[in-house]
């Protein structure tokens, strides 16, 4: 993926470009898909930024291996590219990542995606509303107690807030990197706003299973192929996060709200890996740009 902004004197983008380059999940049943149109919704097209200049382009990829559905699908690498490049774009700004973030979310508004046929009623039914996308985030930078705790070496603390299927969802993630570089996390704090509710228990658990799988996701996960063959075949080869490695406290947040209710099961997981790379950025001055965490050298 590639990112590049114009930047104003205030330190707020004029203008954004982010390309994704990525075989499609179509290319498993269409011979010669090489294009991700259907996967632009999922956090790419529509990100919710006030840069009165923003462009969104996705270029061809073949593939090699069939390929197929993750829990919250492409949701998880767009977020991953735009959260940590605003994080990116924060810190070279000089300001606080969630100040930057609120400044990029903008006023309160509706935005209009200019969704046609069966999307359109959709749209209608669930806009995009940043008054909600502001009040999540808010909610979990206050949980967390962001900017108000010491961070003391190897420490620190990440934040992310994405919309995917038509839920809006902050986190926050802290951080312990320790001398042999191995990272080790303190807490997760998600706000969710997804709509009315009805079970709130259920949505508890999703959201707390989000964030140890998404974390899993962002130290460990990796599949790698050799000679057309899949190398990994079970967890030996596969490693998932453990009881030591995974967040020893997760604290969800549900929003009230009088909306009609949305999707609980797969939103927790995409602000989770950048708002953790952003936290280890924060611990160690290193960027994540690239996943697993596992494969880059923190000490």
Not at 138 to 156: C, D, N, V
Request: aromatic fraction near 8%.
């Amino acid at each position: 993926m590639y990112m590049k902004a114009a930047i104003g004197p205030n330190g707020k983008p004029t203008a954004w470009l982010q390309r994704s380059v990525f075989p499609p999940i179509n290319s498993t049943f269409e011979a010669g898909a090489t294009y991700g149109d259907d996967e632009m919704g999922l956090g790419w097209n529509n990100v919710p930024f006030d840069i009165l200049n923003h462009r969104a382009e996705n270029g061809p990829a073949d593939y090699h291996v069939r390929i197929g559905w993750l829990r919250s699908v492409a949701n998880i690498y767009h977020a991953f590219a735009v959260h940590c490049f605003a994080d990116e774009l924060a810190k070279s700004a000089g300001k606080d990542s969630v100040q930057y973030l609120l400044d990029l979310i903008g006023p309160a508004r509706i935005i209009d995606l200019g969704a046609k046929g069966d999307d359109a009623e959709e749209a209608k039914t669930y806009p995009l509303d940043t008054g909600r996308m502001r009040r999540v985030l808010e909610i979990a930078a206050e949980k967390s107690g962001w900017g108000k705790r010491p961070m003391g070496k190897g420490r620190g603390m990440g934040v992310a807030v994405h919309r995917s299927f038509l839920t809006y969802v902050a986190t926050v993630v802290e951080v312990e990197v320790d001398a042999k570089g191995q990272v080790h996390i303190p807490g997760v704090w998600t706000a969710v706003d997804a709509g009315t509710i009805v079970s709130p228990d259920n949505i508890r658990n999703q959201f707390e299973g989000a964030a140890v799988f998404g974390t899993s996701l962002a130290l460990f996960g990796e599949i790698t192929a050799t000679n057309g063959v899949i190398d990994q075949g079970n967890f030996n080869n596969y490693p998932i996060t453990r009881m030591n490695r995974a967040p020893r406290k997760i604290d969800v947040t549900i929003v009230a709200s009088d909306a009609p209710p949305a999707g609980v099961g797969e939103p927790g997981v995409p602000p989770v890996a950048p708002a953790l790379c952003n936290a280890i950025f924060a611990a160690t001055g290193k960027r994540m740009r690239e996943l697993p965490v596992s494969k880059t050298k923190l000490v």
